[in-house]
């Protein structure tokens, strides 16, 4: 009774928190006027919101993330992936997003102004253009992130990865950095309908390296990806 009772006051603790948060990243995003103060500003403000929530985060292996410009692929458990992992990437990492958030009235305009890239899945023609844009952003040395299963399934396990990552990574020659995240499932993943407190880890694995256009370079960087992601989770492929 008392556990189930404290666990129900910490989950309004976190979702009450969540709008001052908002609210100050917001005015943040708005008035800064460069783009990586504007990344830097809301990436610690994430970070407050997660300590004061009294969720651990552990990272490890980020000395591990290329100095240039690389391809981050995560594995996406939780709500919580997105926010965790703009808060603990240095800020010249921008996300790949899908398109249906650039057309949320408020938080649309927010991601916007942190220079995130958003992808039309649901029209081939469109996300071939939305690739392009990302495409060239990658050549001009910008570091993207993705998760590329796209959504997170209500089972335990590693779902099928997008190759989009992995093609771009061929085409512009970037090394790609797995990064398998442990923990936010347990907080607000799957059907999980109320949070439950969790320790959660960060580990940026060892990067693949680069293999421009080597014939089946996308699909081996794929597979190799997903396989260490799963190995260092402890996760199952689904």
């Not at 398109?99 to 029209?123: Q, T, Y």
């Not at 990064?179 to 309908?193: D, E």
Request: proline content about 7%; some cysteine; hydrophobic content about 50%.
């Amino acid at each position: 009774m008392i556990r189930n009772l404290l666990r129900l006051v910490w989950g309004l603790w976190l979702f009450l928190l969540a709008v001052p948060a908002l609210l100050v990243a917001g005015l943040a995003i708005l008035l800064l006027p460069a783009l990586r103060a504007r990344r830097a500003a809301a990436g610690a403000l994430c970070r407050v919101w997660f300590l004061l929530c009294g969720l651990p985060v552990r990272r490890t292996g980020l000395d591990r993330l290329p100095a240039a410009g690389c391809v981050i692929v995560a594995n996406h458990a939780s709500y919580l992936d997105g926010p965790l992992l703009f808060a603990h990437l240095p800020p010249r990492f921008g996300f790949v997003i899908k398109k249906e958030a650039s057309r949320a009235p408020l938080l649309g305009f927010l991601l916007k102004r942190l220079g995130h890239h958003f992808v039309e899945r649901n029209n081939r023609h469109e996300g071939a253009g939305d690739a392009r844009r990302i495409l060239r952003a990658l050549e001009r040395g910008e570091a993207a992130a993705f998760f590329p299963e796209g959504t997170f399934s209500p089972d335990e396990g590693i779902g099928r990865f997008h190759g989009g990552a992995f093609a771009l990574a061929s085409r512009t020659g970037l090394p790609v950095a797995p990064v398998a995240i442990r923990g936010t499932r347990q907080v607000l993943g799957g059907t999980r309908r109320w949070p439950q407190w969790s320790a959660i880890t960060i580990d940026v694995l060892e990067p693949l390296p680069a293999r421009k256009g080597a014939g089946d370079a996308a699909s081996e960087m794929r597979d190799a990806a997903r396989l260490r992601i799963a190995q260092a989770t402890g996760e199952p492929l689904l």
